[in-house]
């Protein structure tokens, strides 16, 4: 996978169907050893879910999730060995309990600066 444009209006992954029922959704970006940013998730706003962006081995920059502002439970940030900083996540805020293995979870990303 090169790009993600063919999803450049996605908002929302899961959602609240009503006050009783939760649906949870992930969003998994892993092993794309060509896709480079993530350009394709510049409108998301919302992950009702985990979010696990692992593995991908160009991927330089996380600008494009600066629409971003809520992960329900988990992210998790690991093996993009190409990442030098994590610009583009200033408005997220993970709900996640760290209790139950939930939370920000920032690991083996060899080039990151900041």
Known sequence: LE????IHNLRIIGNIA??????ESDLLIKANPKLKDL???RSLKIVYGNFHLVNN???QHLGSLDSLEMI??????????????????EKVTVLGDRQLGRGVRITNNNNLRT
């Open 72 to 89: 329900e439970s988990m992210f998790d940030v690991d093996d993009n060995d190409a990442l030098v900083d994590l610009t583009g996540l």
């Open 39 to 41: 350009s394709g998730l």
């Open 3 to 6: 790009t993600l444009e063919g």
């Open 18 to 23: 009503n006050t009783t029922l939760f649906l």
């Open 57 to 59: 081995a160009e991927m």
